[in-house]
């Protein structure tokens, strides 16, 4: 087995309340990496078409990649995937903090988790061995209550926990799994489908450091990043993703009262430098990262704010304050923190939040739907009130739970033309009207809206950072970004298959390495003479991985769409007039099907998928045409 891996893969199944350890082949390492690819192999495998995704036959697994808990900077990732609730199509998501690294020092590479508990249970694991316990005192708590209970019934506060809340444990379709109360692997329901298993904590506690090929070279590295990250990274450790609020804003990039405009006049009072000003008590990070990142803060009112959960995203920040209309900095952190206690992606969240403001706007919400609450857009109370009631499914809540698509159906067409969500997963808080290629990203990501594993086109306007950080893929030209001609998503192709192979390899995509430095990464970890094509190679068979799960679930081109919203102007601001063509989407997308080696109903070719070393998928997708 090469260095930077245990070898080892735990396989847990609840019901029967019984563990294995199994050993893959190394080649399904080197073909794999870990991460978002292995996940998806695992889910192609072993699950049977139509599998319902909150039923006990889903599985749900939990990866480290290659790097995870190499003492360098970026390491401390893990994923997690399932077929997901609230999409039906393939599910994964990512967290930082220390819990992968600690899963790694404790002896696996991944975790894969089948059936269902007759009753609810956690899983331990401590150096190679692993138990299934009963978890009945933890069942209805929140993240801070159940981890505080499992440090002191384990009598270790260094233990590492990858949990649900009560949102989790009600299903609620974008609930989300907390590692360490304030890393949250926010996208695609995962927190759902592991209350679906009655399965409330993963604890881990490992040891035995991650064994490397080339200590010296690896240490080199980390030092080289702890060195420069003044240099490469300082705006991100001063503000955090908070920092780019106010620019957004002036770009008109700023997601405002449910994408119906792009600047907002409370902007200021939600930007990281109010933040740092008034309520930042602290900067977090994750596993051996100097960057630090993370925002921690604390407040006594007009809300009390506990800084155990942390401190609010970018992400967050957009979708609970500008989204809604808040411009309540305290308001938008204690829904924030309310998230991370229950469990609840905050992107979905926000949105569900305000798709219900417009709606009762519009009228298509009574009183009696709303309990009285009445959600109006700036209502920072009614606000914070809609986060506790979906994590609890209350009221309205309730409706909400189930993610604007099904609530959008259930309120009929006149909601469906503004539930923004693609695939069935609400929209991040990227405005594409400002980045032509990320709504393209939108449309195309096979776990709907997604913006982490997206493009950003603003970075590649021009020459700089952005551009020079492409080069070595053959990217030599700025490309504007209102653009969606061939050479816009040759960029997005092959800067898309990076993202992917970041999150095989579940590596930060906010710690500075370049390409060519990563790539030495892997070399010095694993002793592989590799480069930069063979990793490349990686994220291109995760995409295509990903992409025949969502074909074999009856996903199609029609699924391939941006929300209509996004095909209009806004009336003012610096993008007054500006709006993504319908029709040059769809040229755009048939040219990005035609680069991957997809068919006209985006189905991967037999020989596409041979020249990735993924044969054995074309027996389970429809012929192509």
């Given at each position: 087995?090469?260095?930077?891996?245990?070898?080892?893969?735990?396989?847990?199944?609840?019901?029967?309340?019984?563990?294995?350890?199994?050993?893959?082949?190394?080649?399904?390492?080197?073909?794999?990496?870990?991460?978002?690819?292995?996940?998806?192999?695992?889910?192609?495998?072993?699950?049977?078409?139509?599998?319902?995704?909150?039923?006990?036959?889903?599985?749900?697994?939990?990866?480290?990649?290659?790097?995870?808990?190499?003492?360098?900077?970026?390491?401390?990732?893990?994923?997690?995937?399932?077929?997901?609730?609230?999409?039906?199509?393939?599910?994964?998501?990512?967290?930082?903090g220390y819990f992968g690294a600690e899963l790694k020092r404790a002896g696996f590479?991944?975790?894969?988790?089948?059936?269902?508990?007759?009753?609810?249970?956690?899983?331990?694991?401590?150096?190679?061995?692993?138990?299934?316990?009963?978890?009945?005192?933890?069942?209805?708590?929140?993240?801070?209550?159940?981890?505080?209970?499992?440090?002191?019934?384990?009598?270790?506060?260094?233990?590492?926990?990858?949990?649900?809340?009560?949102?989790?444990?009600?299903?609620?379709?974008?609930?989300?799994?907390?590692?360490?109360?304030?890393?949250?692997?926010?996208?695609?329901?995962?927190?759902?489908?592991?209350g679906s298993k009655n399965l409330k904590t993963i604890a881990v506690r490992g040891?035995?450091?991650?064994?490397?090929?080339?200590?010296?070279?690896?240490?080199?590295?980390?030092?080289?990043?702890?060195?420069?990250?003044?240099?490469?990274?300082?705006?991100?450790?001063?503000?955090?993703?908070?920092?780019?609020?106010?620019?957004?804003?002036?770009?008109?990039?700023?997601?405002?009262?449910?994408?119906?405009?792009?600047?907002?006049?409370?902007?200021?009072?939600?930007?990281?430098?109010?933040?740092?000003?008034?309520?930042?008590?602290?900067?977090?990070?994750?596993?051996?990262?100097?960057?630090?990142?993370?925002?921690?803060?604390?407040?006594?009112?007009?809300?009390?704010?506990?800084?155990?959960?942390?401190?609010?995203?970018?992400?967050?920040?957009?979708?609970?304050?500008?989204?809604?209309?808040?411009?309540?900095?305290?308001?938008?952190?204690?829904?924030?923190?309310?998230?991370?206690?229950?469990?609840?992606?905050?992107?979905?969240?926000?949105?569900?939040?305000?798709?219900?403001?417009?709606?009762?706007?519009?009228?298509?919400?009574?009183?009696?739907?709303?309990?009285?609450?009445?959600?109006?857009?700036?209502?920072?109370?009614?606000?914070?009130?809609?986060?506790?009631?979906?994590a609890r499914r209350q009221g309205l809540g309730d409706l909400l739970a189930e993610?604007?698509?099904?609530?959008?159906?259930?309120?009929?067409?006149?909601?469906?033309?503004?539930?923004?969500?693609?695939?069935?997963?609400?929209?991040?808080?990227?405005?594409?009207?400002?980045?032509?290629?990320?709504?393209?990203?939108?449309?195309?990501?096979?776990?709907?809206?997604?913006?982490?594993?997206?493009?950003?086109?603003?970075?590649?306007?021009?020459?700089?950072?952005?551009?020079?950080?492409?080069?070595?893929?053959?990217?030599?030209?700025?490309?504007?970004?209102?653009?969606?001609?061939?050479?816009?998503?040759?960029?997005?192709?092959?800067?898309?298959?990076?993202?992917?192979?970041?999150?095989?390899?579940?590596?930060?995509?906010?710690?500075?390495?370049?390409?060519?430095?990563?790539?030495?990464?892997?070399?010095?970890?694993?002793?592989?003479?590799?480069?930069?094509?063979?990793?490349?190679?990686?994220?291109?068979?995760?995409?295509?991985?990903?992409?025949?799960?969502?074909?074999?679930?009856?996903?199609?081109?029609?699924?391939?769409?941006?929300?209509?919203?996004?095909?209009?102007?806004?009336?003012?601001?610096?993008?007054?007039?500006?709006?993504?063509?319908?029709?040059?989407?769809?040229?755009?997308?048939?040219?990005?099907?035609?680069?991957?080696?997809?068919?006209?109903?985006?189905?991967?070719?037999?020989?596409?998928?041979?020249?990735?070393?993924?044969?054995?998928?074309?027996?389970?997708?429809?012929?192509?045409?």
């Open positions: 087995m090469p260095p930077g891996y245990t070898g080892k893969v735990l396989r847990v199944d609840l019901a029967q309340r019984r563990t294995w350890t199994e050993e893959p082949p190394a080649g399904t390492y080197r073909t794999y990496l870990g991460g978002r690819a292995l996940i998806a192999q695992y889910l192609l495998r072993e699950l049977r078409p139509g599998t319902d995704p909150l039923g006990p036959e889903n599985i749900l697994v939990f990866a480290t990649g290659v790097l995870t808990g190499v003492p360098v900077g970026g390491s401390g990732r893990n994923g997690v995937g399932a077929r997901s609730p609230l999409t039906g199509a393939f599910g994964v998501s990512e967290a930082g590479d991944a975790i894969v988790v089948h059936g269902k508990a007759a009753s609810p249970a956690y899983l331990y694991v401590e150096d190679g061995r692993a138990e299934i316990r009963d978890a009945g005192h933890l069942w209805g708590l929140t993240t801070g209550e159940s981890q505080e209970r499992l440090h002191q019934e384990l009598g270790d506060r260094a233990i590492r926990t990858a949990q649900i809340g009560p949102a989790g444990e009600k299903l609620v379709r974008y609930a989300c799994v907390i590692n360490d109360l304030h890393h949250a692997a926010g996208r695609t329901g995962m927190g759902a489908v592991m040891h035995k450091p991650v064994e490397v090929a080339d200590p010296g070279a690896v240490a080199e590295m980390g030092r080289w990043l702890r060195d420069n990250v003044d240099k490469l990274a300082r705006a991100m450790r001063d503000l955090g993703t908070a920092g780019v609020v106010t620019g957004l804003d002036r770009r008109s990039g700023l997601p405002t009262r449910h994408f119906r405009q792009g600047q907002f006049e409370g902007a200021q009072a939600l930007s990281g430098r109010t933040m740092r000003d008034t309520i930042l008590v602290d900067r977090g990070s994750c596993f051996a990262c100097p960057v630090r990142c993370k925002r921690v803060v604390q407040a006594q009112e007009p809300f009390v704010i506990d800084r155990k959960y942390g401190g609010p995203e970018y992400e967050t920040l957009a979708a609970l304050g500008s989204l809604c209309g808040v411009s309540d900095l305290a308001a938008v952190c204690k829904a924030g923190e309310l998230c991370n206690a229950y469990g609840l992606d905050t992107i979905s969240t926000g949105v569900s939040v305000a798709f219900a403001m417009e709606a009762s706007e519009r009228g298509l919400l009574s009183h009696d739907d709303t309990d009285g609450l009445e959600p109006r857009f700036g209502d920072a109370g009614a606000m914070v009130a809609l986060v506790e009631r979906i993610g604007v698509a099904r609530a959008a159906a259930r309120l009929g067409p006149g909601a469906q033309e503004f539930a923004l969500h693609v695939k069935g997963q609400e929209v991040p808080m990227h405005e594409p009207r400002l980045k032509f290629g990320l709504g393209l990203g939108y449309a195309l990501s096979p776990t709907g809206a997604e913006h982490c594993n997206n493009m950003h086109d603003t970075m590649f306007t021009s020459e700089g950072p952005g551009l020079d950080e492409v080069k070595p893929l053959g990217i030599l030209e700025p490309v504007p970004a209102n653009d969606l001609g061939p050479a816009k998503v040759r960029l997005y192709y092959y800067y898309v298959s990076w993202r992917h192979l970041l999150d095989s390899l579940v590596f930060c995509d906010f710690v500075p390495l370049d390409l060519d430095r990563l790539t030495s990464l892997v070399s010095a970890t694993t002793g592989w003479d590799t480069s930069l094509w063979e990793l490349l190679k990686v994220g291109e068979r995760c995409h295509h991985l990903a992409r025949a799960f969502n074909v074999r679930e009856g996903f199609g081109p029609g699924d391939d769409r941006l929300p209509e919203r996004f095909f209009s102007a806004f009336d003012s601001g610096p993008l007054a007039g500006v709006a993504i063509d319908p029709a040059a989407l769809g040229v755009a997308k048939r040219t990005f099907y035609e680069m991957a080696g997809w068919d006209k109903n985006g189905v991967p070719t037999a020989g596409r998928l041979a020249e990735l070393n993924l044969g054995w998928v074309s027996p389970l997708l429809p012929p192509t045409q």
